[in-house]
């Protein structure tokens, strides 16, 4: 759910990518249809004045006084020019050679345009004057009542200032209209946006709070939309997972219960028994022969049973919170070299005890974690084992190692769980598979570790690391 919360706060995460996708979706429709709007509404505007203005200078050419002899003479010609200029507008009348006096609409009209209107037919085209738009416009003017050209040509220059104006204030309208729907555009973006990735956002949450042991974490089920559908869906497995997981508990709790319920009822028969298989072992020498092993075997088997009883109210303890440290200030060498004198290991086990190492600990929790790392090496490993102490910022290190085969990479994540072996057909009474997860729970009581591995030569090697409660225990 982590990845899932920083994917939606990356640059490229859902939240971006739908302002981008929104972005772009609107910089290309608006732009499309801004730019079709305004490319038309331009042709129109320029056509509308272009029509406008040829035909108003037609129109005035044909209320010209009618033509009286040819060729007209400079004030006939200066006569048309005043009688077609209107306004800034300046027309110039050419014949041949002879110009009207104002005859700069002459020059600016360009040979291609002069040419078609010399053969009788009226002509423009735009044109860039003095850096603004312009329509350069001739007609030919004809002999009166007839159709046939009289040489006498008119030209004038139609500035297209109001319409440059019009068309400049349109492509304005059209980056204001692109700019105020690209607004918009963010503003529903990030409307949905928000309206998709809450819920998002809320499962994620919901999803790492479930995952987290907050069985009880619910969604809150909005709309009927297929987000809504997943927060519904969600609920239902949260439900669903709970009441599993509170059933597993409740089984859990039932035989945790159990096994120390029978493990203490066990306990007074069992006591009754061993003092008698005791009895037995004794005599077991003068009995004959099958007798005598049968009363070795049930004392042995007896004692067994006594430890996996004890193994097993001492994990009930564990299991039930019961567990709790008596911390006495010790001297850990002596503390070590009692355990494993009380079992008879002195020559089996090498010790490095430097002298003088003290730390307030549970004393008993510390001698069955010493003797089940030491009988376990003894046990599955091969001599020499040796058992190292030593002292460091605040803790205390024990190392049991051996010169055996190691442990298995399979083996290493399971070595510490409860009935655990690593050869299933190993004999049951080489152990109970409890041994090793006591010896780490009384680790994690003092608030310490227990962690086990190989040897870089070869043998397994667990390390135990305690912290020293000087202050009391954590």
Same mark, same amino acid.
């Given at each position: ?48 004045? @272009?029509?406008?203005?040829? +035909? ?17 003479? @400079?004030? @006939? ?74 040489? %006498? ?22 980056? +204001? ?30 999803? @790492? ?30 439900? !669903? ?33 061993? !003092?008698?298989?005791?009895? +037995? ?31 097993? %109210? ?83 290190? %024990? ?56 040897? !870089? ?18």
């Amino acid at each position: 759910m982590r990845k899932l919360t920083e994917l939606l706060r990356t640059p490229w995460g859902l939240r971006n990518r739908l302002l981008a996708a929104f972005a772009v979706l609107v910089v290309v429709t608006t732009g499309g249809v801004a730019g079709a709007m305004y490319v038309q509404a331009r042709s129109v505007i320029l056509q509308k004045a @272009q029509d406008t203005a040829v +035909l108003a200078l037609v129109d005035r050419v044909k209320k010209l006084p009618p033509i009286v002899g040819l060729p007209p003479s @400079q004030n @006939q010609l200066n006569a048309i020019s005043s009688a077609l200029s209107q306004g800034a507008e300046h027309a110039s009348a050419v014949y041949g050679s002879l110009r009207s006096w104002s005859s700069g609409d002459v020059r600016a009209a360009s040979p291609e345009l002069r040419d078609t209107v010399a053969a009788g037919s009226i002509a423009w085209q735009r044109m860039a004057s003095s850096g603004r738009a312009a329509l350069a416009i001739g007609v030919p003017v004809f002999v009166d009542g007839s159709s046939y050209p009289s040489g %006498i040509e008119v030209y004038t220059v139609h500035e297209l200032d109001a319409e440059q104006d019009a068309i400049g204030q349109l492509s304005l309208l059209a980056w +204001l209209t692109g700019g105020a729907a690209m607004v918009l555009a963010v503003g529903l973006a990030l409307f949905a946006a928000r309206g998709v990735l809450r819920p998002v956002r809320e499962l994620g949450t919901a999803a @790492q709070r479930l995952g987290e042991g907050d069985l009880a974490t619910r969604l809150e089920v909005r709309g009927t939309d297929e987000l809504a559908g997943v927060a519904s869906t969600f609920n239902d497995t949260a439900g !669903a997972l709970e009441r599993h997981v509170e059933e597993l508990r409740r089984m859990e709790s039932d035989a945790r219960r159990f096994v120390a319920d029978v493990s203490h009822e066990l306990r007074t028969p069992l006591a009754a028994m061993t !003092a008698v298989a005791d009895v +037995l072992e004794e005599d077991a020498a003068h009995l004959p022969g099958d007798a005598g092993r049968a009363a070795r075997l049930v004392s042995q088997e007896a004692h067994n049973l006594t430890r996996l009883v004890n193994d097993l %109210i001492e994990v009930s303890r564990f299991d039930s919170g019961a567990a709790a440290l008596a911390l006495e200030e010790i001297d850990l060498a002596e503390a070590v070299r009692a355990t494993l004198h009380a079992r008879g290991w002195d020559d089996e086990v090498g010790t490095d005890l430097p002298g003088g190492v003290t730390a307030r600990l549970d004393p008993r929790r510390l001698d069955v974690i010493v003797a089940n790392l030491a009988g376990n090496a003894l046990k599955h490993g091969e001599p020499p084992v040796l058992l190292t102490l030593r002292a460091e910022t605040g803790e205390v290190v %024990i190392e049991v190692g051996d010169h055996g085969p190691g442990l298995g990479q399979e083996v290493l994540p399971h070595v510490f769980d409860r009935f655990y072996k690593a050869d299933v057909a190993r004999a049951r009474s080489e152990g109970s598979g409890l041994g090793l997860a006591i010896a780490w729970e009384n680790a994690r009581l003092h608030g310490g570790s227990l962690v086990a591995g190989n040897r !870089a030569e070869g043998g397994a090697l667990f390390t135990l690391r305690l912290p020293d409660h000087r202050e009391g225990p954590s």
